[in-house]
């Protein structure tokens, strides 16, 4: 898979296709994103059974830690 990089220096603007090196960043980044919003997802499904097995709201339990 061949992606596009754009750089832009002042003025001049040039596409081109990413090394081997930068695809290589690239998918670690996106393979690290994907993670992060996995785990962020797994959170909020944990937090949101919790608060249903006390059966308060969000906001309730807000209130509970201020």
């Known amino acids: 898979m061949i ?3 754009r750089i832009i ?3 001049t ?3 081109r296709d990413m090394t081997a090196d930068e695809l290589a ?3 670690v980044i996106q393979d690290d994103s994907a993670a992060r919003a ?3 997802t797994a959170k ?3 937090r949101q059974a919790v608060l249903d097995r006390l059966g ?3 906001d ?3 209130l509970l830690l201020n």
Do not use: P, Y
Request: avoid cysteine; glycine fraction near 4%.
């Open 44 to 46: 909020d499904a944990a």
């Open 13 to 15: 603007v040039t596409d």
């Open 3 to 5: 992606k596009q990089i």
């Open 25 to 27: 960043v690239h998918q």
């Open 38 to 40: 996995n785990a962020q």
């Open 56 to 58: 308060i709201t969000a």
């Open 9 to 11: 220096d002042g003025d």
């Open 60 to 62: 309730e339990a807000a």
